[in-house]
């Protein structure tokens, strides 16, 4: 049923768009056309200050996140070069503890090994004792030998004391070394995790204020653009009057839709319940090419700029279904009325009325709002003026 209607909308519009592009020459009352096209060319005026004000502040906006910018890049390089910092220190201090680990491991190896003997011999000068110094002497042909042997038993119960005593204290020192080495390692894990958030959070900075930036530089291009628009639409208008003057019949003046993108009046104050291209429940086919305000119903509905009336009647879907023609391909549609306040053919000035609110097909107090630019339907908040 969307996308019927939809269809049937494109047929309306274009339509309209072969009526609208015949040239009519017209021969207004001279005071009335001269009002006319002084009032625009004040429109004109404003919405360029207005632009060139804008344009004054993206620059400054610009300007100031350019500042921000480079200190954020700044800042990343920092953060760049303190989690390479701390990752050297950590992989230093890895290479260490794997080194005092594999040290601690050997002396361990060789204790293990050299414990038997070393255990063997001291049980033996234990089980030797006074009687082991007797079987000595009796074994030795002078007490030249006695004293040999005795100094040799004691010197080997000395080395084999200070061995084991030297095995403790390194191997006590190496388990130091490596419970100081692990507790760093800890330390440098916490360290390399906070230099990453936060390398992190200056990258998500840095792109945003980035993407920013492209923002504005689009922003300032389409204001120049739209600036550019108007000044040229200001010449043709100081032509007309200057033909006026003259006395010349002219063309009714207008001025182009599109350099007012933002700064176009609501149809009416209400509530969006609908927006630009999405459903309001999966039966729906098509999606919307407009908004819909929820507001009360009889509530004033309003032309949010000059143009021609190219369609006023009841259409399938929208009730009462109003089609302002803006020129250049651009028009405006307001449906779901309860009556149409003008006709086919009629001119309305911005902020006129065309209508009443109505109610939707579904029966709540509403009112369609669809806005084409170039015979293509586009998001109409992004056209209103911010509420």
């Avoid at 919405?47 to 344009?55: D, G, T, V």
């Avoid at 004054?56 to 300007?63: H, P, T």
């Avoid at 440098?188 to 492209?214: S, Y």
């Amino acid at each position: 049923m969307a996308s019927r209607c939809s269809k049937e909308l494109s047929i309306v519009l274009s339509a309209a768009a072969l009526l609208s592009g015949v040239a009519v020459v017209v021969a207004q009352a001279p005071q009335d056309a001269t009002a006319r096209t002084q009032a625009l060319s004040r429109r004109a005026a404003e919405r360029i200050a207005s632009l060139q004000k804008e344009a004054a502040s993206l620059a400054r906006q610009e300007q100031t996140l350019l500042v921000e910018l480079r200190s954020l890049e700044v800042q990343r390089e920092i953060k760049v070069e303190e989690l390479a910092v701390v990752e050297r220190q950590a992989a230093d201090v890895q290479t260490k503890l794997a080194d005092t680990t594999t040290r601690a491991q050997t002396l361990q190896d060789t204790a293990d090994r050299q414990r038997p003997e070393v255990e063997e011999r001291m049980v033996r000068l234990y089980k030797m004792g006074r009687a082991g110094y007797w079987r000595l002497l009796l074994d030795v042909n002078s007490l030249q030998e006695v004293g040999r042997a005795y100094r040799t038993a004691a010197a080997l119960a000395r080395i084999d004391r200070d061995r084991i005593e030297e095995h403790h204290r390194t191997l006590a020192a190496l388990n130091a070394e490596r419970a100081t080495l692990e507790t760093r390692a800890r330390e440098l894990a916490v360290l390399k995790r906070k230099a990453r958030d936060a390398q992190i959070a200056v990258n998500n900075a840095v792109t945003a204020r980035a993407n920013l930036v492209k923002q504005i530089d689009a922003r300032r291009d389409l204001n120049a653009q739209l600036t550019g628009e108007l000044q040229d639409a200001q010449q043709k208008l100081r032509a007309t009057l200057t033909q006026l003057a003259n006395g010349q019949a002219v063309a009714a003046a207008t001025l182009p839709i599109r350099p007012f993108q933002g700064a176009l009046p609501w149809p009416a104050d209400g509530v969006v319940v609908l927006k630009f291209g999405r459903p309001r429940a999966p039966a729906v086919v098509a999606p919307p090419s407009g908004i819909e305000l929820s507001l009360p119903e009889g509530e004033a509905v309003h032309a949010v700029y000059d143009g021609t009336v190219a369609y006023a009647d009841p259409f399938s879907g929208f009730g009462n279904l109003v089609i302002v023609d803006h020129g250049d391909r651009c028009y405006s549609l307001y449906g779901h009325m309860s009556t149409a306040a003008v006709k086919k053919g009629d001119r309305v000035d911005q902020g006129g009325t065309v209508g009443l609110a109505g109610r939707n097909p579904s029966g709540n107090p509403s009112l369609y709002f669809e806005l084409r630019i170039d015979g293509k339907p586009v998001d109409p908040l992004q056209w209103l003026k911010r509420p």
